[in-house]
């Protein structure tokens, strides 16, 4: 069994025009390759779903969001699962969470560490690959995108 685990992935600058765009081959031309030959490829989607329009919460550092055309490109890619207990995931509060989630779902991605309560964000993910089993779990640190009992988060 092979497992990639890359870290933040972030749509912006001048690869946003290109996932807008959807020349998801030009974003990973250098990379999809390597993707493909793992078993099992995970990243940290660092950046919530925003379909519509999302209200920023009040916090401290930047507001970092990315459209449903970022997790298709990731599907492009090969992506299997994303990480999204980070600081970013409650940027834009319930909606992005959900949005976030929702995407994901419709795109056969799976998610970990992220949810739209506390049960669900800590939620173990189990995959069996190659009749092996693995667990799963994502979490970060404790700051004001965490999940609780009435609030999505990480």
């Given amino acids: ?90 940027d834009f509060g319930e909606v992005g969470v959900s949005d976030t989630l929702q995407t994901c779902r419709i795109n056969d991605i799976d998610c970990v560490g992220g949810g739209m309560n506390i049960t669900d964000a800590r939620r173990v993910v189990y995959k069996r690959v190659h009749n092996l089993n693995i667990a799963i779990l994502n979490f970060c640190e404790n700051e004001f995108s965490i999940a609780t009992q009435d609030k999505g988060g990480g």
């Fill in 1 to 90: 069994m092979s497992i990639l685990i890359a870290g933040d992935y972030i749509p912006s600058y001048r690869v946003a025009g290109l996932i807008h765009n959807k020349e998801y081959a030009k974003v990973f031309s250098n990379v999809s390759q390597i993707i493909g030959n793992y078993d099992l490829s995970i990243v940290n989607l660092e950046a919530p779903v925003i379909k519509a329009s999302g209200i920023p919460q009040n916090k401290t550092g930047p507001h970092v969001k990315c459209t449903v055309n970022a997790i298709e490109a990731l599907k492009y890619a090969g992506i299997n699962m994303v990480t999204l207990a980070n600081n970013h995931l409650y």
